[in-house]
């Protein structure tokens, strides 16, 4: 049987951590899903069609990787998309009582869909996507942290007047 797996998120945007999941998960699943989030409640700094460029592009070497958005409730989409598991990536004690909230809630809602947590490598265990555009902004290198493309279009976007980001 073929496993497909849904990797969800805001991917605001994708750092090298998010990419180290990915990595692992693609001998794990025959398929995975990156779903971006379309209507965030936090507002995402990046518009979706910019986060989802950003993604394609650096996952474009695993031929089982597919990026696509989605609206509404997670395990709606995962089932629409026949998948049965949701990937979420752990990457301190800190992360865990939401995504155990997240993962009991989705089970709830679709006991067809398991949540399989990953850790990513540990030189990715303090990045996050807020952290990386906070150091960003205020002119801090964060290049090593983010593919180089997420890299290039913080750097244009803090460059910019602030009207016009
Ligand atoms: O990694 P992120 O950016 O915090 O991702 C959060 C995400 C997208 C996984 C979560 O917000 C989500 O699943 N949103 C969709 C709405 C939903 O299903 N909510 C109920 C979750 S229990």
Known sequence: MQVTAVYPGTFDPI?????????RGVHLFDRIVVALLQNADKEPFFPLEERMAIVRSVVARFPNVEVDSFDGLLVDYARARGARAIVRGLRALSDFEYEFQMALMNRRLEPGVETVFMMP?????????????????????VSGLVPPEAAALLKARYAAPAGTR
């Open 15 to 23: 750092t090298n951590g998010h990419l180290d999941i990915i990595g």
């Open 121 to 141: 490598g540990e030189a990715w265990s303090y990045v996050s996507s807020r952290l990386v555009r906070e150091v960003a902004r205020l002119g801090g290198d």
